[in-house]
């Protein structure tokens, strides 16, 4: 089956769903999907949405926090750029009927997080993601030109490699789509369209322990890489300090925003610790919260640290953080008169498919947005809450590019594509190595590639990474595809980025701490990682 678009969409979380609504109003939108529309790293977050919204804030004060937590890389231009469409961005969301929580009838209730000068983070309750999700999805199934496939999987993107004719000349790589795997069916289809948006999201699960849901694999970044693209500073993974420590929640955030309401971090004896880090202390930022608490469980050998809002009012806390008190009761933790057990875990992948100042990639009609690309906004660390503005602002100014574009680009020029090969497969029967290789992989990124990093862990998780990486594609070769073989495959290219960037970047410098060059070196290494595959 071939499917044939304007802008084919891969990734329903914020980045894509906010594009798909802009770009609808001049073409037809395949928004593809791998599991139901609303899994995704948006439905999750917590915290809310950075914006400089009140007028004890400025846009400066919210660009020069930006350019503080991106320690050197993060682009001022970029960074202005995303920051000054903020208003914007939740003035469409409130038009689309988006319910933020509020002081009073014009007033953000506005909430702190780590590096923050400012209260700035405008949100819904502690569970701002599944109302944006609720919202933005609600708002694409109205639009008649846009249709969503679910429980659709993209393997890889259609460039001049599966093209029937090929060109002698060695010629910009263009993409014209993506072969796609109909979970429901098995089959995998062809979606050409003139213009590709990677919205695929973040990585997390390439580590043992994450916040993230089930479908953050990294997808979007092996696809793009496979096919050619630039792909910037995958060193910077973000660990958040507080995720809960308990037998059954283990993938549950607790937001930042409880620290930002005062709640104190502390260690079995009730000490609090985090004064002697940094200046800021509950509230520093997350690099040196998560190394912070790291540092203290080496020391006591504890498992986790606590988190204490028990002194803040009891409705308080029910009415502000409704999400974590419902969801820690049953599990036998009353927030409002008991510690929370936290430990850190990865969160948010900083780098990603390299774009440009409009979301476009090094292809040819490929766009990427969201957590899977890397604009320049975040540089070495994340300031909390600026991801899912920068979603909504990347997405509006990819739109306007894609916009200009499309009207370049015309179908009887559009070149043919082979159909999904499956000649030398067949079922080999031996799935259960998926399964090991899958946790073998989380567990070397979780021991070797966390928070603090040396050359010979590093060394080792590359070794091992690598052993893995040819098994899995040998398996691939050899067997029909399968959701979590098309997911492994590209969660080890991922983790291989990962160790690879880390290994070039010989200083310490926001989200990458390695004992073996404590130091930074902006002589040497003020600039981003790039990866680049050679392809023939
Ligand atoms: P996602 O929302 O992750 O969406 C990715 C989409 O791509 C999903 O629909 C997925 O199914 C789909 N997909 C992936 N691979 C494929 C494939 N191969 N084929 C088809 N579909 C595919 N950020 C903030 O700014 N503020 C917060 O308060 C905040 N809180 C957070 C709390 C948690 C628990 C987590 C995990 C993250 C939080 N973040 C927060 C980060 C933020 O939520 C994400 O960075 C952001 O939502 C990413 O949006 P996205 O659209 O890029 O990707
Ligand atoms: C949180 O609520 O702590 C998450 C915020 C973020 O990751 O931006």
């Not at 040819?470 to 969660?491: C, G, H, S, T, W």
Request: hydrophobic share 40%; aromatic share 8%.
């Amino acid at each position: 089956m071939t499917e044939q678009v304007d802008f084919l969409i891969i990734g329903s979380g914020i980045a894509g769903l906010s594009y798909a609504l802009k770009v609808s109003d001049f073409g037809t939108v395949a928004i593809i999907t791998k599991k139901q529309d609303s899994d995704s790293n948006t439905n999750y977050a917590q915290g809310g949405i950075a914006a400089v919204v009140s007028k004890e804030d400025s846009f400066e004060e919210h660009i020069q926090d930006t350019l503080k937590a991106g320690d050197g890389l993060a682009k001022r231009e970029i960074v202005q750029k995303v920051v000054e469409a903020g208003p914007k961005c939740i003035k469409e969301l409130q038009e689309l009927e988006v319910r933020f929580s509020m002081k009073n009838s014009k007033e953000f209730d506005l909430g702190k997080e780590g590096g923050h000068s400012k209260n700035r983070v405008v949100h819904v309750a502690d569970a701002t993601g599944r109302e944006l999700e609720r919202v933005l999805l609600e708002n694409v199934r109205k639009k008649k030109n846009i249709a969503i496939f679910e429980n659709h999987l993209a393997i890889d993107l259609l460039t001049q490699h599966q093209r029937k004719k090929k060109s002698k000349r060695k010629e910009k790589i263009e993409c014209w789509g993506a072969y796609v795997l109909n979970v429901e069916t098995n089959q995998v289809e062809k979606y050409l369209a003139k213009i590709t948006l990677i919205a695929t999201g973040g990585a997390g699960r390439i580590y043992l322990h994450t916040t993230n849901p089930e479908i953050a694999t990294g997808d979007g970044v092996a696809m793009a890489y496979r096919a050619g693209a630039e792909i910037a500073n995958m060193e910077f993974f973000q660990f958040h300090p507080t995720s809960l420590f308990h037998p059954k929640g283990k993938y549950f955030l607790i937001s930042e925003t409880i620290r930002g309401e005062g709640g104190k971090l502390k260690l079995k004896s009730g000490e609090t610790f985090m004064e002697k880090y940094h200046p800021l202390g509950d509230l520093a930022p997350r690099d040196v919260v998560a190394r912070a608490i790291d540092a203290e469980l080496k020391k006591t050998g504890d498992s986790c640290v606590y988190l204490d809002i028990t002194f803040l009012d009891q409705d308080f806390i029910k009415q502000r953080f409704p999400n974590i008190y419902n969801y820690c009761l049953p599990l036998g933790i009353d927030i409002t008169k008991q510690w929370i057990p936290v430990v850190p875990s990865a969160h948010y992948m900083c780098g990603g498919i390299l774009t440009d100042a409009e979301g476009k990639t090094s292809l040819e009609n490929l766009y990427a947005c969201g957590e899977a690309a890397y604009t320049g906004l975040h540089g070495a660390n994340r300031l909390a809450s600026n991801s899912l503005l920068e979603g909504l602002a990347f997405a509006r100014f990819a739109s306007q590019s894609s916009k200009c574009l499309l009207s370049k680009l015309k179908w009887e020029t559009f070149p043919e594509f082979y159909d999904w090969s499956v000649a030398g497969v067949f079922d080999q029967k031996e799935w259960v190595v998926l399964a090991h290789d899958r946790e073998e992989l989380q567990k070397i990124m979780w021991d070797y590639v966390g928070i603090v990093r040396s050359n010979s862990r590093l060394n080792k998780a590359l070794k091992r990474i690598e052993i893995l990486k040819e098994e899995i594609e040998a398996f691939y070769k050899a067997n029909p595809v399968r959701y979590d073989l098309i997911q492994l495959r590209n969660m080890v290219t991922v983790a291989e980025l990962v160790v690879l960037s880390a290994l070039k970047r010989k200083e310490s410098r926001g989200l990458h701490y390695t004992l073996d060059y404590p130091k930074k070196d902006d002589k040497k290494f003020l600039r981003d990682t790039i990866l680049r595959k050679d392809l023939p």
